[in-house]
């Protein structure tokens, strides 16, 4: 069995912490160096239910996408949520690594492995990495249908093929528009609407869409808007990485066992839709 530092490398290969963004916290956050791996869980959230998972699961290593710590810390005590999933970690000998940004612009990344859920043929990086000789490493990814949908049929594909969460699929636009060309970003992706506009696609599917931005979007073209939950457009990753980890390990001939976590740490529990849509404010009288 490998030992954590040898799994830590290979990890780094695939997504290197020297391409995360300058703001980012990536790497491992506790774990032995030296501690033998066998086990290994992946998620997108490091909060206290993934870790007690984890723990039950009998894991020696939990990657996460999202950082523990993101800003910094300067106490790890158990007073607070995140001190007491490092607490829960480090007392069952459970490492803690994140691939965030680094693994955003992977070839493959978040991105890929959205398009991948969603069945999409990819074309090429939506903001392409200008370190990457080949163009396939970069943020988001531009792609194409096998056959038009219209967006209320493209909308239903994204429904039907990410995981469920309370804020399911919204879209901006005519239903009836002919969708042939769409650009997917993994999670908060409405800075990215200059690139999207530059690719000259029929729709932009991401996370976390804003009004104002959203809004500039809708009156600049008739470009059609599709906005999943966070969660949901990055668990896919999970898997991807997942079966890249299980490859590496197959090759090295370490027999590591991984697992996808499916509990939905999406934030958001309901959901209620009103009973129509107004077309106006209602007025008041004096």
């Known amino acids: 069995m490998p030992a954590l530092n040898d799994v830590i490398a290979a990890l780094d290969a695939l997504w290197p ?10 790497g491992t956050v506790c774990g032995d160096p030296e501690a033998e ?23 020696d290593l939990l990657i996460t996408h999202h950082p523990l710590y993101l800003r910094g810390t300067t106490t790890v005590a158990a007073s607070s949520f995140k001190g007491r999933v490092v607490h829960t970690l480090i007392k069952s000998d459970i490492a803690l690594h994140v691939a965030h940004t680094n693994a955003d612009t992977a070839d493959p990344g978040v991105s890929d492995a959205l398009a991948g859920a969603l069945d999409l043929r990819i074309v090429g990086p939506l903001v392409p990495d200008a370190t990457d000789p080949e163009g396939r490493r970069g943020l988001g990814r531009v ?36 969708i042939r060309r769409v650009a997917v970003s ?22 976390d869409l804003r009004h104002h931005p959203s809004s500039e979007a809708r009156e600049h073209s008739d470009l059609a808007l599709v906005d999943a939950a966070h969660w949901a457009t990055e668990w896919p990753w999970t898997e991807q990485a997942a079966a890249q980890l299980d490859e590496i390990s197959d090759r090295h001939g370490w027999g590591l066992r991984t697992h996808v976590s499916r509990i939905v740490t999406d934030p958001w529990t309901a959901h209620a839709t009103a009973p129509a849509v107004r077309a106006a404010a209602p007025s008041f009288s004096a």
Do not use: K, M, Y
């Not at 792609?143 to 919204?170: H, N, V």
């Not at 993994?186 to 599917?205: I, K, T, Y």
């Open 17 to 26: 912490p020297e391409r995360a963004e300058q703001w980012d916290a990536v």
């Open 37 to 59: 791996v066998t086990r290994v869980l992946f998620a997108v959230d490091p909060v206290q239910e993934v870790a007690d998972e984890a723990v039950d699961l009998g894991a």
């Open 143 to 178: 792609c194409e249908l096998d056959r038009p949908e219209t967006l209320r049929e493209f909308t239903e594909r994204a429904a039907a093929r990410l995981p469920a969460t309370a804020q399911g699929i919204r879209a901006a636009g005519d239903p009836d528009r002919t």
């Open 186 to 207: 993994g999670g908060s992706g409405d800075s990215l609407f200059d690139a999207v506009r530059a690719a000259g696609v029929d729709a932009f599917l991401t996370a």
